[in-house]
């Protein structure tokens, strides 16, 4: 596959993105060199947001609007991303590291198996925190993220022809010049919103990313494949995806199939919306969240 032709295919699986923040109070008792957490709301149920690659936690304010007066909800962001100095995310892996903070964050906090929603990477984020701590989680979402990425990309591909391609990414993404308008990965995020008053905010979070961050935890995304992990979750799942131009055929069957051994999963399509699921539909990307917050807990 052609360099870039890989980068603009997997495209869809990555947000960059910044929006207004909503109103929210810092969790001054934890502390992490990886992650921030703010929260808000005030129902007894408690919901985990987590964003996608390079994306501030403020993009999931128009969720946390519509859902603060029923939720509790927790809003994550990785620092290295959006702004925030990388600390400990500026080197090696990312997203298993962040799993295991935000699996101390629910220790630490007393919260009693809250929902987790994660959004492309944060979906494998959140599916690692459900599959490596199951008496944790009580439910999980995973938007628009396949448990192995490399298998939707590149289906079959040899372990050193996926190492060639998580190197080509880590090396592009370093070469990307941070501000240029014409950089490869502003341009891949522009198309990842139908809503062109979003598209701003999207290189704004682009250019506020540490780019090394952003290398390395594509580079894991890459090489990663969760799907063997997956029986181990028992709490209801929600699984919400789209179909862009740039989406790999088959992705729907491929989608069930990756979801197999989750015996309480339920695959969703969402139409009409690219991969920010929750800035182009955000009334049904809202109403899927209270659908999973009403089923019934895993026994």
């Known amino acids: 596959m052609p360099e870039k032709t890989c980068l603009i295919a997997a495209g869809v699986w990555l947000v960059l993105s910044s929006c207004s923040p909503p109103a929210a109070t810092d969790e001054p008792d934890f502390q992490s060199d990886r992650i921030t957490v703010e929260a808000r709301g005030t129902g007894e149920a408690d919901i985990i947001l987590v964003p996608g690659l390079a994306s501030h936690r403020d993009t999931w304010a128009g969720v946390a609007d519509s859902l603060a007066d029923e939720y509790r909800l927790h809003l994550v962001q990785l620092k290295g991303f959006a702004g925030l100095p990388p600390e400990a995310n500026a080197t090696g892996p990312v997203s298993a590291p962040v799993a295991e903070e935000i699996a101390r964050y629910i220790r630490e906090a007393g919260l009693r198996q809250p929902a987790i929603v994660g959004h492309s990477m944060g979906g494998s984020i959140a599916m690692m925190v459900a599959a490596r701590h199951p008496d944790l989680v009580g439910r999980l979402m995973v938007v628009d993220m396949p448990p192995s990425l490399p298998e939707m990309i590149a289906p079959g591909a040899t372990d050193s022809a996926l190492q060639r391609i998580a190197d080509d ?11 240029s308008p014409d950089g490869v990965l502003e341009q891949l995020f522009l198309g990842m919103t139908r809503v062109d008053s979003l598209k701003p905010l999207l290189l704004e979070g682009v250019r506020g990313t540490h780019r090394p961050t952003a290398a390395n935890a594509m580079h894991e995304l890459m090489m990663l494949d969760l799907t063997p992990e997956l029986g181990r979750i028992r709490v209801p799942v929600s699984v919400l995806y789209v179909v862009s131009p740039e989406t790999p055929p088959g992705i729907e069957d491929a989608y069930r199939n990756s979801f197999a051994t989750v015996p309480n999963a339920r695959i969703v ?5 690219n ?16 659908t999973l917050m009403r089923a019934p807990a895993a026994r």
Do not use: C, M, W
């Not at 991969?275 to 209270?290: K, L, S, T």
């Open 169 to 179: 990414y880590h090396a592009q993404i370093l070469a990307d010049t941070t501000g």
């Open 269 to 273: 399509r969402i139409d009409d919306a």
């Open 275 to 290: 991969h920010f699921i929750h800035f182009d539909q955000p009334g049904h990307f809202v109403a899927e969240v209270r």
